[in-house]
């Protein structure tokens, strides 16, 4: 077997030099036969003419093929065409009903600027001057009115407890001087009715000695009265020393008539500042009413065009 293993070895070397080495006669390698090769490319004639072309069925199936076909072809292009109008349709009722809305809601702002506009014109421009001269005007006249008519009120509010206090005096300067001659004293509502239209300037006690002396009857300088009488006319006739007698009573007299009459004044400024503070509340409301007023307009108006500017952006978009 060793030997087969070699001579096998030994043999397959010169084979493989044999077989690696160029050949000597290339000419014993080359083929002598011609190979048969059929090209698959058609030519011009067999293009342009076709087996099917003469076909009648095949002409039948292609006709059937191209009517369903043109059929189809337009029964798609109607549907579109449906579906076209119908979203222009649906395009042109919105594009519509915006613009329905708009003129409704331009309209709605449009009154309500307006109506406030015109409030606050009437207001500022007509209503609030014209209140304000015949207010001026009223209110000059009525605290003139008021000013006499308080200044009157004070002064006979003096004047009566003035009066009403210098009789009590002199009922008391009667009295302590004819206790002892016994004379009578008039009742106070007889001495009320004597000084009667006694002015301010006469309201001390010197005063009302005086009027009481101008309005004593006759009948009072003989009888029961007759002793009173005398002393009002000598208190009348020389008031300086009566008055420098009887200083205390003066005092009272003229500080009871110059109480009652600031009282009155007191009470009247008061009533009168009361008033005069709902005038100026009343102006004070007016006119921030009328500043509202303009300020919701300009508001209203600012918001209209910057919604009119969206709408029209809007409507033009759709259009498009």
């Known amino acids: 077997m060793n030997v087969y293993y070699i001579s096998i070895l030994l043999f397959a070397i010169p084979l493989n030099i044999l077989v690696s080495s160029p050949p000597k006669n290339p000419s014993i390698l080359t083929q002598h036969h011609t190979p048969i090769y059929t090209p698959r490319v058609l030519s011009e ?25 043109s059929e189809r072809l337009r029964e ?15 395009r ?9 809305k708009d003129k409704m809601e331009k309209s709605l702002a449009e009154k309500v600027e307006k ?47 003035g009066v009403k206090v210098g009789l009590v005096k002199v009922t008391e300067i009667a009295t302590k001087t004819l206790i002892k001659s016994g004379g009578e004293i008039p009742t106070m509502d007889v001495l009320v009715k004597m000084t009667t239209g006694i002015s301010a300037d006469n309201v001390t006690l010197s005063g009302i000695f005086n009027a ?14 007759s002793q009173f009488s005398l002393l009002v006319q000598q208190a009348a006739q020389t008031p300086k020393p009566f008055i420098r ?13 110059a109480d009652a009459k600031a009282g009155v004044l007191t009470q009247a400024g008061n009533a009168t500042s009361t008033l005069t503070t709902a005038i100026t509340a009343t102006v004070i409301t007016i006119v921030v009413i009328v500043l509202i007023l303009v300020i919701i307009y300009f508001i209203l108006r600012y918001r209209r065009k910057k919604k009119m500017n969206k709408k029209a952006q809007y409507t033009k978009l759709l259009k498009e």
């Open 115 to 161: 109506g406030c506009l015109k409030c606050g014109v009437v207001l500022g421009g007509g209503v609030l001057p014209v209140w304000g001269m015949i207010t001026g005007l009223w209110y000059a006249t009525w605290s003139q009115y008021v000013a006499i008519a308080v200044a009157e009120a004070a002064t006979n509010a003096g004047i009566e407890a």
């Open 92 to 100: 042109d009722k919105k594009i519509q009903e915006i613009i329905e």
């Open 245 to 257: 007698e009887y200083a205390t009573q003066a005092a009272e007299v003229t500080k009871a008539f």
């Open 76 to 90: 798609y292009d109607e549907r579109m065409k449906e579906k076209r109008q119908k979203r222009k349709e649906e």
């Open 45 to 69: 004639k067999d293009i342009k003419s076709s087996n099917y072309d003469n076909d009648p069925q095949m002409k039948k199936v292609m006709k059937k093929f191209q009517d369903s076909t």
């Open 212 to 225: 009481l002396n101008s309005a004593m009857p006759n009948k009072f300088y003989s009888g029961d009265y």
